[in-house]
């Protein structure tokens, strides 16, 4: 296994996991905001306002992008299988 195939395999695994959390992170990071917005605008200091949305829209957007996260996975999976038989060269 050379140097170069280790750095392959490792951007590619870099660039899998910001492709499959960037939508995740993405929707919880914008109803974090709006849902600061909004706790500044009417001084409500809730800690549970925070918090509740955002854990919906997480495992809402799980149930929507989890298909393609799994094709991804999938397909990402199967590039580094094909890659073992150039490991043992």
Do not use: H
Not at 23 to 37: H, K, W
Not at 47 to 72: D, E, H, Y
Request: aromatic share 8%; charged share 10%; no cysteine.
């Amino acid at each position: 296994m050379s140097a170069e195939m280790v750095m392959t395999l490792g951007r590619e695994s870099l660039v899998t996991v910001l492709l499959l959390t960037a939508p995740i992170l993405g929707l919880g990071l914008l109803v974090g905001l709006l849902v600061s917005l909004f706790q500044a605008t009417t001084q409500i200091n809730e800690q549970s306002l925070a918090f509740i949305p955002k854990i919906l829209v997480v495992i809402l957007s799980i149930f929507l992008f989890g298909p393609w996260m799994l094709n991804t996975m999938m397909d990402f999976t199967l590039r580094v299988f094909a890659r073992i038989p150039d490991l043992v060269r």
